[in-house]
């Protein structure tokens, strides 16, 4: 279900970098600044293959002996590859070659019936937009797709990228990456608002003590996922190399790409799909991290990678710091109140994402937050999403500032049209 819609800010002004020369000796080159930028961009990427290539290794663990504690070590290592992802999510929208891979890796919502059984109760048994709503590839070895017969004997990483990822174009049918992976460690939260996460017992991987059937291919499919995560990740990485394609195109594109992603994934993806859209829904289907209740974790590290890139500093797995030219710096040397300002801005939308990861580690769930009737957990969301909305309007100076044309911010209608939402 997506409402965006992308909304050119019309500066309509030629871009412009010059100043006075006092000013000028201080600002960083655009040359600099991007590479900074790419730097960030390919220590992040390596970052996430890093900590996926660790998850890998705790399925492998997990198959070959289910038991709880090797798969809520696998969980562990889930949760312990979101952050370094979710900082990298900066990099989109304004990077054509990452907006048309970042479905591969985090798509949602997603059918999970698509994938393997669940509960028909709460979950439904059809659906009249999604004719594999419940196709359950898992227990099926072959399934029909726009009237053509897919073998699925052998669940491979190829299968679920090329067949059955979008598969009849539906977005919802998603089939691999971080979400895919989530529901299969932790299955459906079936507990609403209520307290809880997914709750799949190990012995859906336990083919000597199989529940819920067919744990042999439950467990190809997820090793199928977490392979194909793990080459995604590495593809990555190389866009972001020396003479990578997606250096090449940032030296094209320049600094309108840099705002553009700042701007859109601050308002109309993390602030309107992500937030708004489940707060005014109050559905815990809308929740990023559904299956698990990682949500304010992937919240949180969205909006500290929106500072790295501002602040051009990124502090990686390893503990080791990247930084260099900035956009910060250049806002800075042209009109230090604007710099100081946004910077403010960013560090209060941290805080308020912080504060929601408290609330959610010692109080409730980020579903539970945004229940209806639940006052205060709503407005501990508001707050965040507000943080967003004001650090988006300083990006927008930041750009009437730069002269810069080609910038776009993505929409929302959960913000700039909430009735359509209720449509």
């Excluded at 992976?181 to 709750?199: K, S, V």
């Excluded at 990682?294 to 080791?320: C, M, P």
């Amino acid at each position: 279900m997506k409402f965006n819609r992308k909304a050119l800010l019309g500066l309509g002004l030629a871009a412009s970098l010059f100043a006075a020369p006092q000013a000028m000796a201080e600002e960083p080159t655009t040359d600099a600044i991007l590479k900074t930028y790419a730097d960030i961009a390919l220590a992040g990427y390596q970052d996430a293959l890093t900590a996926a290539k660790t998850l890998d290794v705790a399925v492998d663990a997990l198959l070959a002996k289910p038991s709880e504690e090797t798969l809520e070590a696998a969980r562990d290592a889930w949760k312990a590859s979101r952050p370094w992802y979710q900082q990298t999510e900066a990099f989109r929208f304004g990077n054509p070659i990452v907006d048309d891979w970042e479905g591969r890796v985090n798509a949602w919502p997603l059918d999970e019936g698509l994938i393997d059984y669940v509960d028909a109760g709460t979950y439904g048994t059809e659906s009249d937009e999604n004719s594999l709503y419940t196709a359950n590839v898992i227990a099926n070895t072959s399934i029909a797709i726009n009237g053509e017969t897919v073998d699925a004997t052998d669940i491979t990483p190829e299968l679920l990228a090329d067949k059955l990822q979008e598969a009849g174009g539906i977005e919802a049918n998603v089939a691999t990456g971080y979400h895919a992976i989530e529901f299969l460690l932790w299955g459906q939260d079936l507990n609403g608002t209520g307290p809880g996460a997914g709750n799949r017992p190990a012995t859906d991987f336990d083919t000597a003590n199989c529940t819920h059937d067919n744990c042999d291919r439950r467990g190809a499919y997820l090793k199928a996922a977490t392979t194909l995560l793990v080459s995604d990740l590495t593809e990555m990485v190389g866009n972001w190399e020396e003479n990578g394609p997606a250096r090449a195109d940032l030296a094209k594109s320049g600094l309108p790409s840099v705002l553009t992603g700042l701007g859109s994934l601050s308002f109309g993806e993390l602030a309107g799909e992500r937030m708004k859209l489940g707060l005014l829904l109050h559905d815990p289907e809308e929740e990023h991290d559904c299956f698990s209740d990682n949500t304010y974790n992937s919240h949180l590290n969205d909006a500290v990678g929106i500072r790295n890139v501002y602040e051009g500093k990124y502090t990686r797995l390893d503990g080791s710091v990247v930084e260099g030219a900035s956009i910060s710096q250049l806002i800075a040397a042209k009109d230090a109140a604007l710099d100081k300002e946004i910077r403010g801005l960013l560090d209060d939308t941290v805080a308020k994402m912080e504060a929601m990861k408290t609330r959610g580690e010692t109080v409730e769930a980020y579903d539970q937050m945004i229940a209806e009737g639940n006052a205060e957990g709503n407005a501990v969301v508001q707050a965040a999403i507000d943080g967003l909305i004001a650090q988006t309007r300083g990006f927008e100076r930041a750009v009437a500032l730069l002269n810069l044309e080609g910038v776009t911010i993505e929409d929302s209608d959960s913000l700039s049209n909430p009735d359509a939402v209720f449509k």
